[in-house]
C-alpha cells in the first residue's frame, strides 16, 4: 500500500519502534482503588505509576524469598529505629 506522499507501508509493522528489553507489556486488571493510590504516590514521588506497581511487585517477590523470621526481624527492626 502507498500513500500519496510515496511512502510505502506495505512490509510496516505494528508496535514500537525500538521494542525494550527486559519487560513486556500486559494487559492487567487492577482495583480501581489500587491504581488511584499507586497514581496518587507517583504523582507525588515525580514518577510513573506504572514504574511504582512493577517496584511493589518486585518488592514482593524478593520478600516472598525470604524465611519468614528473617523479615520479621527486618521489620522489627526499621520499626525500633523509627520510633527511637
Known amino acids: ?14 508496535g514500537a519502534v525500538l521494542p525494550q528489553v527486559g519487560r513486556t507489556r500486559i494487559t492487567i486488571n487492577l482495583s480501581d482503588d489500587v491504581i488511584a493510590e499507586f497514581r ?4 507525588t514521588a515525580g514518577t510513573g505509576y506504572q514504574i511504582m506497581i512493577n517496584d511493589a511487585l518486585r ?3 524478593e520478600m516472598s524469598k525470604k524465611p519468614l523470621e ?3 526481624r527486618k521489620v522489627i527492626r526499621e520499626e525500633l529505629q523509627a520510633a527511637g
Open 1 to 14: 500500500m502507498k500513500t500519496k506522499e510515496g511512502f510505502d507501508f506495505s512490509d510496516a509493522k505494528r
Open 40 to 43: 496518587s504516590r507517583a504523582e
Open 59 to 61: 518488592a514482593y517477590l
Open 70 to 72: 528473617e523479615t520479621l
